[in-house]
C-alpha cells in the first residue's frame, strides 16, 4: 500500500506555492496531494503518512494570518508515527528570516512527529540553481525517512 503525502502551504506571493511545486517534483514513488492551509483544518494530516508544511513569514517572524488557526489546531493533533518536513519562503530585508518555519518546525516537534532535521527556508522565489538543488535535497530526505 502506498503511503499518502500532503503538501499544505501558505503563499501569499506564489513564492512559497511555487517552493511546494519544486519540492513536489522530488516525492517520487509517493503520490501526494496539494492543500492550501487558509481554512483547512488541521485534523486532515491524520489521513497522511507524510506531510510537508509551507508558510512565508509576516512581518517580524510571525506566523501569516492564513497559517496562524490550522499552526494552533495542531495543539490536538498526535503526530507521532508522520513523517514532517517543514519549508518557506522569507525575505533577508526582515530580521528573523524565515521564522514562521520555525514555529511550525518547533510545533511539529512537539506533537511528535519524526522531522526532516533541516527544513527548507528559501529567499523569495526558487529560481537559483542553488535554489532548485535545495528543494531537491529537502525532499529526497523527507522521502528516505518515510521509506
Known sequence: MSKKVAIIYASMSGNTEDIATEVSKHLEPFEFEMLEMENLDASVVVDYDGILLGTYTWGDGDLPYEA?????????????????????SGDHAYPLFCEAVNHF?????????TVVQESLKI????????DLEQCKSFALQ????LT
Open 68 to 88: 496562524e488557526e490550522f499552526h494552533d489546531q495542531l495543539d490536538e493533533i498526535d503526530l507521532s508515527g508522520k513523517v514532517v518536513g517543514c519549508f518557506g
Open 105 to 113: 518546525q518547533n510545533k511539529v516537534i512537539e506533537r511528535g512527529a
Open 123 to 130: 529567499e523569495l522565489a526558487p529560481e537559483s540553481e542553488e
Open 142 to 145: 523527507f522521502v528516505q525517512l
